[in-house]
């Protein structure tokens, strides 16, 4: 096969848009995939990556913009691979969403609900308060670079500022920049998790060696001054070491005052990375279960107990399930910290049952499913064991959202009441969603 010819700067015109929000052209008889063009705009743009039945292309310029077009808050957009719809509204973001969930749900699942949700909605700046910011020191640049992955190459972008991530930490890349510069480990120190409670802010600092007993003081003395808390993390995540302060009095934790309810995490447990939004999506999903006094609750990859400890304020009993051990320590222990009696945890596989579980069998009569991407395939088709009367489906990925309703739909004779986008990541691509069905 020989070798593919090197191509310069191309012109087009936008002729669609994808639905990430990528514009579409079609050059030469083959697509091309413009992240940050719109429909309607010609544009230079080069091509980046090369495929069988399309092309990716970073775009160059745009010389006749769309009326939906407008300005980037953030100075990094379109190098930085952590947003990719800054160019365009957020209503627009919206709709773009709202159209991927319903063209997988026709188109995967065969099923359309009765109601579509108004669009959930928040801040659309600084809402950001779990992040992975990768490090790299660059002596080619002088400097140790903090912030996410460039959007169309392996490299961390260089950044100052986030506008996205919850304040203080949207304008603290510089000072971590510097920081981790004066490090003696700063080319062994390749990422650091924020986790923003609250009731305070965590820093973890994922070590390859260890850091000196001047590297300590330093990560210390920042940690202090900022009143944050720091973390050393050389190993799997049981390697966690707190070093500033030396000793805390509470852990982090986020609030649901409707449920009055107190969530405890650790720094790198999952919690969900708006805040505000969550709130909304608890009060929806605890709503539309419309869960009684005398009602059995199942919550499967219950987590934390983000559903599950709002839930026992309304039903009888809940059961929480997750896969991750520490998870369910944590969730138990809120628990009994918020002095609910009437819900427990267990580790279990979901990917894996067969539906001989004694859980399984237990009768229930409402369900909250809240999966990975990957869905709840194994879940759902051993719904007629579980058989409750309503279920209620978050999502982070419509496709297997749309997959699962179809088999609930065609196969469990469960109905479609409604279901909706939640504005979870605004400038992102990423499509969150949350959907209502009940037994027919």
Not at 204 to 214: E, M, N, S
Not at 388 to 397: D, G
Not at 424 to 434: D, R
Request: proline share 5%.
């Amino acid at each position: 096969m020989g070798k593919r010819k090197r191509r310069g700067p191309e012109t087009a015109t936008i002729e669609s848009a994808a639905h990430d929000g990528r514009g579409i052209a079609a050059v030469d008889g083959k697509k091309v995939f413009v992240a940050g063009a719109l429909p309607g705009e010609q544009v230079e743009f080069q091509r980046r990556k090369f495929r069988r039945n399309f092309d990716e292309a970073e775009l160059l310029q745009v010389f006749e913009p769309s009326a939906d077009r407008i300005e980037a808050k953030c100075e990094a957009f379109g190098r930085c691979g952590g947003c990719s719809l800054q160019h365009v509204s957020a209503e627009y973001q919206r709709t773009l969403k709202e159209q991927t969930l319903r063209d997988n749900l026709q188109r995967i699942g065969n099923v359309a609900p009765d109601e579509w949700l108004k669009p959930m909605t928040g801040p659309v700046w600084n809402y950001r308060r779990r992040a992975r910011l990768a490090v790299k020191d660059v002596p080619a640049k002088g400097r140790t670079l903090v912030g996410f992955r460039e959007k169309h190459a392996p490299f961390i972008t260089d950044m100052h500022r986030c506008e996205v991530l919850s304040e203080p930490m949207d304008g603290m890349l510089d000072e971590l920049s510097d920081l981790i510069g004066g490090l003696s480990i700063r080319a062994r120190l390749p990422q650091i998790e924020v986790a923003v409670a609250d009731n305070g802010i965590a820093l973890v600092f994922r070590v390859l060696d260890p850091p000196t007993d001047a590297d300590r003081q330093a990560l210390i003395e920042f940690g202090a001054s900022r009143n944050l808390r720091i973390y050393l993390q050389p190993g799997g995540l049981d390697s966690l070491q707190l070093i500033e302060p030396s000793a805390v009095t509470e852990a982090l934790c986020y609030n649901l005052p409707e449920f009055d309810i107190r969530v405890d995490f650790e720094p790198v447990d999952f919690v969900q990375v708006n805040g505000d939004i969550n709130q909304r999506m608890v009060h929806f999903a605890v709503e539309q279960l419309d869960v009684r006094a005398d009602d059995r609750v199942l919550d499967l990859f219950c987590g934390i107990g983000n559903f599950s400890l709002p839930l026992a304020r309304r039903a009888a009993t809940v059961l929480g399930i997750e896969g991750e051990q520490s998870l369910v320590a944590r969730a138990a222990e809120n628990a009994r910290s918020n002095g609910q009696q009437n819900v427990d945890f267990r580790v279990a596989d979901l990917n894996k049952i067969d539906g001989t579980e004694a859980w399984a069998k237990a009768g229930w009569d409402r369900l909250l499913l809240d999966p990975a991407r990957s869905g709840a395939a194994e879940i759902v088709d051993r719904m007629h064991i579980l058989d409750p009367q309503r279920i209620v489906y978050v999502s982070c990925h419509p496709g297997t959202l749309a997959r699962d309703a179809g088999v609930l739909v065609s196969r469990h004779d469960y109905h479609l009441e409604s279901a909706g986008i939640i504005d979870m990541f605004p400038h992102t691509a990423h499509v969150e969603s949350i959907a209502v069905f009940r037994k027919t």
